[in-house]
């Protein structure tokens, strides 16, 4: 399986971008596709899941409302819409994805959960 993220770059505070993360190498019936973050100095982080079993969405307490991950099942991708966006989400933003069932929807928010994982694509928000 590989995933490959796209749609990274500079914006300024308040703009929006858009990230693409494909899957390829096999389909998924189960689990989830996510993206997560990583700052420099900092530990990689949750920022949404997509569930590939149920049509819902997971966002982490920190998106509020301002990103918007949506899947699409027939071509195995998920998309990142990131509005008012902030310095503090600059990051390097990571997509990846597990076929592994967690009931406890929370598991899907676990570094560890995932077993497959993008290259990263940088995200840079200037103030």
């Known amino acids: 399986v590989q995933l490959a993220e796209s749609g990274g770059g500079l914006v300024q505070s308040g703009g929006s971008l858009r990230l693409s993360c494909a899957a390829s190498g096999r389909a998924f019936s189960y689990g989830a596709m996510a993206w997560f973050r990583q700052a420099p100095g900092k530990e990689r982080e949750f920022v949404a899941a997509?569930?590939?079993?149920?049509?819902?969405?997971n966002y982490v307490d920190f998106v509020n409302g301002r990103f918007t991950s949506t899947r699409d099942s027939a071509k195995n991708t998920v998309t990142l819409q990131m509005s008012s966006l902030k310095p503090e989400d600059t990051a390097v933003y990571y997509c990846a994805a597990t076929d592994v069932y967690y009931s406890n929807h929370y598991a899907y928010r676990s570094v560890g959960t995932y077993t497959y994982w993008g290259q990263g694509t940088q995200v840079t928000v200037s103030s």
């Open positions: 997509n569930f590939w079993s149920a049509p819902t969405e």
